[in-house]
T-cell receptor, first 116, second 117 residues
Framework: AQSVTQPDIHITVSEGASLELRCNYS??????LFWYVQSPGQGLQLLLK??????LVQGIKGFEAEFKRSQSSFNLRKPSVHWSDAAEYFC??????????????FGKGTRLSVIA | DTGVSQDPRHKITKRGQNVTFRCDPI?????LYWYRQTLGQGPEFLTY????????KSRLLSDRFSAERPKGSFSTLEIQRTEQGDSAMYLC???????????????FGPGTRLTVT
């Protein structure tokens, strides 16, 4: 069965420090990969996605993620965290449209706290 | 384009009552998804539609749950005889998917938070 693992439940970083959130997936094929962010009480906002091509993808708000096929990973990074980045981050996978474009399978999320 | 909207944003109900939620997708999107999110968890898939056809239902969707998308536009999710375990955030998402076209990216609404007392 398809699954997404986000090993870190909660991460605390200082404002201005770099950030890396981990995501590993188990899937029958190379899926579409997504990172979403959720602020308290809000819906999910798409940060970035990987479909094919360059394995380093850029997203909104200064985030980037790198797909590593050999490690089945899609880690999210940001070089300098801002206090407004405090939120819950979800990694998700789905089959691409030509394979049925399945509903998203989400990880359990990583809560990011930012301290001064 | 106003994005995906959901109504109501919050619903408090007593156990045993029926509730209905509405989702309005992005207008040109042909797919509509329902997810449920409980505290400390990622969203879990419930069901989805392509146009008016309901294509898949999760095992999470017990017979107390029903969803419709009568004209391929908005959708409703009804929960009958609510239980305390139904308390969650119910998220709706939409996407454009057509074989060979569309990225299939899903855009989410703000969610409906259900509290069953």
């Amino acid at each position: 069965a398809q699954s997404v693992t986000q090993p870190d439940i909660h991460i605390t970083v200082s404002e201005g420090a770099s950030l890396e959130l981990r995501c590993n997936y188990s899937y029958g094929a190379t899926p579409y990969l997504f990172w979403y962010v959720q602020s308290p009480g809000q819906g999910l906002q798409l940060l970035l996605k990987y479909f094919s091509g360059d394995t380093l993808v850029q997203g909104i708000k200064g985030f980037e993620a790198e797909f590593k096929r050999s490690q089945s990973s899609f880690n999210l990074r940001k070089p300098s965290v801002h206090w407004s980045d405090a939120a819950e981050y979800f990694c998700a996978v789905a089959l691409p449209p030509w394979m049925g474009n399945t509903p998203l399978v989400f990880g359990k999320g990583t809560r990011l706290s930012v301290i001064a | 384009d106003t994005g995906v909207s959901q109504d109501p944003r919050h619903k408090i109900t007593k156990r045993g009552q029926n509730v209905t939620f509405r989702c309005d997708p992005i207008s040109e999107h042909n797919r509509l998804y329902w997810y449920r999110q409980t505290l400390g968890q990622g969203p879990e898939f419930l069901t989805y539609f392509q146009n008016e056809a309901q294509l898949e239902k999760s095992r999470l969707l017990s017979d107390r749950f029903s969803a419709e998308r009568p004209k391929g536009s908005f959708s409703t999710l009804e929960i009958q005889r609510t239980e305390q375990g139904d308390s969650a955030m119910y998220l709706c998402a939409s996407s454009f998917n057509q074989q060979g076209r569309g990225s299939g990216e899903q855009y989410f609404g703000p969610g409906t938070r259900l509290t069953v007392t």
